[in-house]
């Protein structure tokens, strides 16, 4: 699984766009790109995931750069609810199925 | 759908003791995962169970066992306790793209 490295913290205002980046620059053609959060006590929560295009559901956008070698994964209206730690994790989908390298994230404070 | 739950939400043990955690996939989910989670090591991946096969191992000790049923029910066994293994353990099982999706977790703590 390719390395990745995120800022260590980030704060955002409520309401405002969370935008967290994620350098993944020696990833290869068939990994994949996925976002996980984990709010304090609780299991990881799955957010979202993408190869190459661009992808969004009803929790954030992934923006996936041409060569991808970054992403960023976009809450659009952060709000006191989004404080959690936020893990980038870049691997492939099928082989080492079920096994996620976590590092040590990125905490996102959402201040009022 | 239900999401994956885990028994017991907590646990306390004592030194050399065993313990035995369990974890229901997702319905229609075949792949599950083992996490632990501590403050110094973060979240560490403990092993794999595909169709009652294990198919990726992390790097624990033996003392770290688990199974599969045939219902995709997981259990996983701690042998010989020590104050290490005190733990947030985690569960997961995985959608079509290998997404995983977690429990909330035992909360294991070794006296």
């Known amino acids: 699984d390719a390395k990745t490295t995120q800022p260590t913290s980030m704060d955002c205002a409520e309401g405002r766009a969370a935008n967290l980046p994620c350098n993944h620059s020696?990833?290869?053609?068939?990994?994949?790109v996925y976002w996980y959060r984990q709010i304090h006590s609780q299991g990881p929560q799955y957010i979202i995931h993408?190869?190459?295009n661009n992808e969004t559901n009803e929790m954030a956008s992934l923006i996936i750069t041409e060569d991808r070698k970054s992403s960023t994964l976009i809450l659009p209206h952060a709000t006191l609810r989004d404080t959690a730690v936020y893990y980038c994790?870049?691997?492939?989908?099928?082989?080492?199925?079920?096994?996620?390298?976590f590092g040590d994230g990125t905490t996102l404070t959402v201040k009022p | 759908k239900a999401g994956v739950t885990q028994t017991p939400r907590y646990l306390i043990k004592t030194r050399g003791q065993q313990v035995t955690l369990s974890c229901s996939p997702i319905?229609?989910?075949?792949?599950v995962s083992w996490y632990q989670q501590t403050p110094g090591q973060g979240l560490q991946f403990l092993f794999e169970?595909?169709?009652?096969?294990?198919?990726n191992k992390g790097n624990f000790p033996g003392r770290f066992s688990g199974r599969q049923f045939s219902n995709s029910r997981s259990e996983m066994n701690v042998s010989t306790l020590e104050l290490g293994d005190s733990a947030l353990y985690l569960c997961?099982?995985?959608?079509?793209?290998?997404?995983?999706?977690f429990g909330p977790g035992t909360r294991l703590t070794v006296l």
């Open positions: 319905s229609g989910h075949r792949s």
């Open positions: 997961a099982s995985s959608g079509v793209y290998n997404e995983q999706f």
């Open positions: 169970y595909f169709s009652e096969t294990q198919r």
């Open positions: 994790i870049v691997r492939v989908a099928i082989t080492n199925a079920g096994k996620s390298t």
């Open positions: 993408g190869l190459k």
């Open positions: 020696t990833i290869s053609g068939n990994e994949y």
